[in-house]
């Protein structure tokens, strides 16, 4: 073997075992101050519970036959479909010290959403919001062909992008009245946000779909809230940084040890 090709290995190898040590090291970092818990989850198979502001719950029709909180909707009843309330708020009480939250849910809008349809029934909204605060997200949504939605950037997206499922509910066009391009669609959201306080309210909905619950409604599934004990700070990241680049050096040091 020829001394090139040795030296190439041998840096190979050490710059490869430098990198699980930087990682390890970053790993004790992190690991830290960025430790989280899960603190609350509920798929709505079982009971709801007080925590929500409303026990409503709907079996999906067909398709994955999964129960989820709503449906929810901005006009109560209408030919025996009904959405009691227009959103729900889940209240957590008694949690852990903590500097941040994540939350993660599914979103299921349902039948003839028609997002930012110009001169249309629109806008067709959805928001969420922690303690009272401005909104995380608050957008649009649109399941109907030829029309738009703001989710998930902002800008003019055809119906149903970045939705993690479409049509595994089992909605038809005869239960949301027209055929269109969506009959359900899945949308598997997650955020983080600072929090600090013993107490979390949790705000689902904020405009809504603005017709007939029949015709456009949606419900929440698969609600997860996890805690973050600590996010790094800016010096500590610098700490980190500067480590991974000392075991780096230290690698390529010791392999040029071996090969001389
Ligand atoms: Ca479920
Ligand atoms: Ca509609
Ligand atoms: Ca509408």
Request: glycine share 14%.
């Amino acid at each position: 073997m020829c001394n090139k090709t040795l030296r190439t290995i041998l840096m190979t190898i050490s710059r490869s075992y430098a990198v699980r040590r930087v990682g390890v090291v970053l790993g004790l970092f992190i690991g830290a101050p960025g430790a989280f818990g899960a603190i609350y989850s509920n798929d709505f198979e079982g009971t709801v519970g007080s925590e929500w502001s409303t026990n409503q719950v709907t079996t999906a029709p067909g398709g994955t036959g999964t129960r989820f909180l709503g449906r929810f909707g901005n006009i109560p009843c209408i030919g025996g479909v009904c959405c009691p309330a227009s959103g729900s708020t889940l209240t957590l009480t008694n949690l852990p010290p903590h500097q941040g939250l994540t939350i993660e849910f599914d979103l299921y809008i349902i039948c003839t959403w028609d997002g930012n349809a110009p001169g249309g029934p629109e806008p067709d909204k959805f928001a969420f919001s922690v303690d009272g605060q401005p909104p995380v997200i608050n957008t649009t949504f649109a399941n109907t062909l030829g029309n738009t939605q703001y989710y998930p950037d902002g800008s003019l997206n055809p119906p149903g992008t970045g939705a993690a499922a479409a049509n595994t509910l089992g909605y038809t066009a005869a239960m949301c009245g027209h055929p269109h391009y969506i009959e359900d669609a899945t949308y598997h959201l997650s955020f983080t946000v600072a929090h600090s306080g013993s107490q979390a309210v949790f705000q689902f909905g904020g405009g809504g779909p603005n017709q007939y619950c029949n015709d456009e409604s949606w419900g929440l599934d698969n609600v997860s809230v996890t805690t973050i004990d600590a996010i790094p700070t800016v010096s500590e990241w610098g700490m980190m940084a500067m480590a991974g680049l000392v075991l780096l050096a230290g690698g390529v040091v010791i392999a040029r040890r071996r090969v001389a």
